[in-house]
């Protein structure tokens, strides 16, 4: 049984950048979550996709959009990076939307300058 | 403003003391969880409860969820330095499967 596999490990981009972050959910899971976690904090929630279709949203403004695949794998985009989104990202996956445990990527590093 | 506050938010024992971290909201929760997390990694899930009151041992460690399901607390016995990371706890909140984590306990254990 695979976990989760986030790509890139690691990224630098500059301000007004654009970037794209991939994500394969743990065999058998169809609910891809996303959460940035800023360096000494913990995880914020961005966004969840159920079935291929965004089902709950964090406080993170429009430019954070996200895709989920047939095959439940998933992509965050980042329009027009600002500073502030310097953090680590992590995708993660579980069975069905109401599953009690979660399978964490071990995330990509993201830096802006 | 953090949904959930933990406490201390950095511990530095011996190996072999024991150590209790906590977890306190205003909110209630459905669940919540504990995760360890090192360095360069993502979080590992380590336990759910569910149960206001509920009590759930592994090993060396021991989960309590409080009766109102608003704090939580994790126990440590004989620490070792393999316990060494940052311990988050998170809540599952209205929305489905949205977690709320601390952000977290940054234990470090020495030899």
């Known amino acids: 049984e695979t976990g989760v596999t986030q790509s890139p490990t690691h990224l630098i981009k500059t301000r007004g950048q654009q970037v794209t972050l991939r994500c394969s959910s743990q065999?058998?899971?169809?609910?891809v979550s996303w959460y940035q976690q800023a360096l000494g904090q913990g995880p914020q929630f961005i966004f969840q996709y159920y079935r291929e279709e965004e089902n709950g949203r964090g406080n993170f403004p429009p430019r954070f959009s996200g895709l989920q695949f047939p095959n439940y794998s998933s992509e965050l985009n980042v329009n027009a990076l600002e500073l502030d989104d310097s953090a680590l990202y992590l995708c993660?996956?579980?069975?069905?939307?109401?599953?009690?445990?979660?399978?964490f990527g071990s995330g990509t590093r993201l830096t802006v300058v | 403003t953090q949904l959930l506050e933990q406490s201390p938010q950095f511990l530095s024992i011996q190996e072999g003391e024991n150590l209790t971290v906590y977890c306190n909201s205003s909110s209630v929760f459905s669940s919540l969880q504990w995760y360890r997390q090192e360095p360069g990694e993502g979080p590992v899930l380590l336990v759910t409860?569910?149960?206001?009151?509920e009590v759930k041992k592994l090993k060396r460690l021991t989960f309590q969820f409080g009766d109102a399901r608003k704090d939580s607390s994790l126990h440590i016995t004989a620490a070792q330095t393999g316990d060494t990371g940052l311990y988050l706890c998170?809540?599952?909140?209205?929305?489905?499967?949205?977690?709320?984590f601390g952000r977290g306990t940054q234990l470090t254990v020495w030899p």
């Open positions: 993660a996956s579980s069975l069905e939307i109401e599953g009690l445990g979660y399978t």
């Open positions: 409860v569910v149960t206001g009151g």
């Open positions: 065999s058998g899971h169809n609910t």
């Open positions: 998170a809540g599952r909140g209205s929305t489905l499967g949205r977690l709320y």
